[in-house]
């Protein structure tokens, strides 16, 4: 999974790697009042498959944002 500000597109993804058997995943440290983006792939001994189109999230007050896993492979 890899996520970033909108903002910030040329600065690239922070990623993040889960296991098979995750569905849900909690982005920590992110700041409030903004849009992310979200992207997720299935990764095997063969490389990543293709990510899944961006998903655009905004923070609110809080400051983690929960992205379930509503991929299937």
């Known amino acids: 999974m890899k996520h970033r500000e909108q903002s910030s ?5 922070s990623e993040a790697r ?5 569905r849900q995943h909690v982005l920590k440290n ?5 849009v992310y983006e979200v992207k997720v792939a ?3 001994d063969k ?3 293709p ?3 961006l998903y655009r999230a905004t923070t609110g007050e809080k400051r983690k944002l929960k992205v ?3 991929i299937r492979l």
Do not use: H, M
């Open 9 to 13: 597109a040329i600065s690239g993804f």
């Open 18 to 22: 889960l296991d098979a058997n995750t």
């Open 51 to 53: 990510y899944t189109p």
């Open 47 to 49: 490389g990543p498959g």
């Open 68 to 70: 379930e896993s509503r």
């Open 42 to 44: 299935a990764v095997n």
């Open 30 to 34: 992110l700041k409030v009042f903004t």
